[in-house]
């Protein structure tokens, strides 16, 4: 029998519902009219996209975005629903013959705009058709008191009189009461029929800097983000065009997008962004309404945005597919005096209004106590109640004030006890939070009983705890390996309990941190390889990569390695019609890599933590620490010696140290003089790309000889952040 859930899993590949999406599809198919709030990447679609497959007559979505619907339609067909849309977009032989489509009844979902659907020719032929559902998207639109109100919104209600059979189904995320009740009213819907999922988006990292140098800001930001998708909001046309400049110039592939532009070029640079063919769209306020991209991992607001409301919308642009992204907001009392001279220029209510949304993130942003979250949910009428996100700067990060560390730091005094106070704080905070290093088992400090016991702390807040700890006389510090040790005041404290107060260093890039460990666990490598492949069938057949499959099925296929149909259909995201279209395409590369690499075929049930497969630059890392020479190594895996530089660029770009680079040194040609400019351009282009920095040397030194010079300079940053005494 067909149920709700079967079709989840047999044609979308989903294996459970988000939250509220059975109820409103159970509505739905029980024929009461249900209005559906929910937040952006909450899964609308699938509400009214299951129940069109259950009911035996045709399902219209009415929706005001062109360009979504396309999007939509893309979606469907690639899991195979037959679905269309009609609207203006179309050549009219094209809207002829997708009208005949809907008339032989073989269509299930009918995506069409407002104002097409009240065309005669249309209404007439549906009016002669069976609707069973009429779904009205962006709901909000049809209140005079949403952001976005359309008139030819008003007019459904009279399209809803005129099917009086076909049950009423209202999407929105808008969320204020107001709007609600208004939605309701118009279209005529019962109170109880109406679901409200929560607002909150937990797998964004919310996060707001003081600006201080936001050209440089936004450049350190985005080496996080190799190859990754984002929006970075400007405030004005020329910031954006300024910006995009000096990314490009950097060596990332960006677009500008805002209301300066030709229609021509702003749709252009929408699609690149798409399709993966840039990486970052720099944008004013005016971009994102008619995308639906899934994979947006991080959203930069590089100046101030006018309201909470529009703040949310637009960071609400990262991360629907669940996946952690990250959404920094560069704060700086400048931009407020510009907003409010713009406010200033207004007269009126239209003034009152617009200060008052000022001054609301104005509160917001400055803010550096209470969980971001929280005037976020408030603003819009849902209370939150947890005392602590874990995903926001003010929840994870610093506190200004002094508070009771007196654990993390019997943590630590303790530890560097055990230890036999013999080592330094790199060591001791290896210990604590676990460390396989050989360094550590060696010792025989993986037996300590404060092994592990720090995991609660970053790296480099225990760096961070150790200086303090120095500073106030707890640890002395000596030699040249800085080996710590404890003073009385040390041994008073832990003999008799006493309260320490101090600092907690803010979280070291926690989303980042979060990011990494979705990253490693699955094969990066073959992660790679699958995207790549995805993006070439993605070009052949006109459609932006994440029809074919999203991220995360992706990550998946690395993490399970599936290599049977039924391992293939386990995949989430991953339904019938795509296992038969793609699954040998996927299969054949996944069976290739395992062969290459002597790796079995997972079981999706079986959480694989860790795994070194395919993560090369963690082993050649490593070996380098332990003493083999980049010569030797080069030997060892065959390859080039650039080859062996990368991946020790990247093992360090993950967070990890190297021993000291002297041999590294040894093999560079280039003079003392290049040298030099070469680090001075590291300085001003950053380390993610080589390309620029050899660009700006006029090509004077080799690639080989930067790569070398990229892992001093690295080196050499990592040295300056290490505690000294
Ligand atoms: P909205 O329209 O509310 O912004 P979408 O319908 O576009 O959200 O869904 C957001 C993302 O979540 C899409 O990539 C979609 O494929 C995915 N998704 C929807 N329902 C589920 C589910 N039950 N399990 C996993 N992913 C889902
Ligand atoms: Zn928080």
Redesign the pocket.
């Known amino acids: 029998m067909t149920t709700p859930q079967s079709i ?1 899993k047999e044609t979308f590949g ?1 294996d ?3 939250p509220f ?1 059975h109820e409103v599809i159970e509505n739905v198919l029980d024929r009461r009219d249900t209005l559906a709030v ?9 509400c009214y996209q299951i129940p069109a497959l259950l009911f035996e007559g045709l399902t219209v979505v009415i929706s005001p975005l062109i360009s979504l619907m396309k999007d939509q339609v893309e979606q469907l067909r690639a899991v195979g629903v037959p679905a269309l849309f009609l609207n203006s977009s179309l050549q009219p032989e094209e809207y002829q013959t997708n009208m005949e489509r809907v008339r032989s009844g073989v269509i299930k979902l009918l995506y069409v705009a407002p104002e097409t659907l009240l065309t005669p020719r249309l209404f007439s032929l549906l009016t002669d058709m069976q609707v069973d559902c009429l779904t009205i998207d962006e709901a909000h639109c049809i209140s005079e008191w949403g952001h976005d109100f359309r008139p030819e919104y008003r007019q459904l209600v009279d399209v809803r009189r005129r099917f009086p059979d076909a049950v009423c189904l209202a999407l929105t ?1 808008t969320a204020t009461m107001r709007v609600r009740s208004d939605i309701k009213a118009s279209l005529g819907f019962s109170q109880s029929n109406e679901f409200v999922a929560s607002f909150d988006r937990p797998n964004l990292y919310i996060e707001v800097v003081p600006k201080d140098n936001p050209a440089i800001q936004t450049a350190r930001f985005l080496e996080r983000f190799k190859d990754q998708s984002g929006i970075i909001y400007c405030f004005s046309r020329k910031q954006v065009d300024d910006l995009a400049d000096f990314l490009t110039r950097r060596g990332y592939l960006v677009r500008p997008y805002h209301a300066g532009l030709a229609d021509d070029e702003r749709r252009r640079n929408q699609e690149a962004f798409i399709r993966d063919d840039v990486q970052i769209i720099v944008a004013t306020i005016a971009f994102g309404m008619g995308i ?1 991209k ?1 994979d947006v991992r991080f959203v930069l607001h590089h100046d101030l945005p006018k309201s909470i409301e529009s703040y949310y919308q637009e960071i609400g642009r990262a991360g ?3 996946l952690p992204a990250h959404c920094l907001l560069l704060y700086s009392y400048n931009d407020v005096a510009k907003l409010r001279y713009f406010i200033n220029r207004k007269d009126g209510t239209e003034r009152q209004v617009a200060v008052q949304h000022l001054d609301a993130i104005v509160r917001y942003a400055e803010d550096e106590v209470s969980c971001r979250r929280k005037p976020l949910l408030e603003y819009f009428g849902e209370a939150y109640t947890a005392q602590s996100c874990d995903n926001c700067d003010n929840c994870t990060g610093q506190a200004a004030e002094q508070i009771d560390i007196t654990i993390p730091a019997q943590k630590f005094l303790s530890c560097v006890k055990r230890t036999g106070e013999r080592f330094g704080a790199v060591h001791v905070t290896r210990v604590l939070l676990g460390s396989k290093d050989k360094r550590i088992l060696q010792a025989g400090h993986d037996r300590l009983s404060t092994y592990g016991i720090g995991r609660e702390l970053t790296r480099k807040q225990w760096a961070h705890l150790s200086r303090q700890m120095v500073q106030m006389g707890y640890l002395n510090q000596d030699g040249e390996y800085k080996t710590l040790s404890l003073t009385r005041k040390a041994y008073d404290a832990l003999k008799n309990r006493l309260p320490i107060m101090g600092h907690l260093q803010e979280a070291e890039e926690r989303a980042s941190k979060k990011a990494r460990e979705v990253a490693s666990a699955y094969d990066q490598a073959l992660f790679t390889l699958l995207r790549a492949k995805r993006k070439e069938l993605a070009d052949e057949a006109g459609v932006p990569p994440y029809v074919i499959f ?1 991220d995360r099925a992706l990550m998946e296929m690395a993490a399970y390695y599936p290599q049977s149909d039924a391992r293939f259909l386990d995949i ?1 995201g991953v339904g019938q019609v795509k296992a038969n279209q793609y699954g040998e395409t996927f299969m054949a590369i996944i069976r290739d890599y395992c062969q290459e690499h002597d790796i079995p075929e997972g079981l999706k049930e079986v959480h694989r933590v860790k795994d070194d497969y395919g993560r090369r630059y963690m082993k050649v890392g490593e070996a380098f620490n332990e003493g083999e020479t980049v010569e030797s190594l080069m030997q060892q895996y065959q390859v080039k010696v650039g080859t062996i530089l990368d991946h020790l660029a990247r093992y360090m770009a993950v967070g990890h140290t190297l021993r000291p680079v002297d041999d590294i040194l040894g093999l560079i040609s280039a003079a003392t003089g290049q040298q030099e400019a070469a680090f001075a351009a590291f300085d001003e282009l950053g380390t993610a790309f080589l390309r620029p920095v050899f660009d700006r040397l006029e090509g004077s030194v080799s690639y080989d000889d930067l790569k070398a010079l990229r892992l001093c300079y690295m080196s050499q940053a990592a040295e300056e952040m290490r505690p000294e005494g």
């Open positions: 989840l989903y459970a519902f988000l999406q929910m937040p952006t990447g909450g899964g609308k679609s699938l995320a639906n899934p629907r597919d669940g999203p989430s």
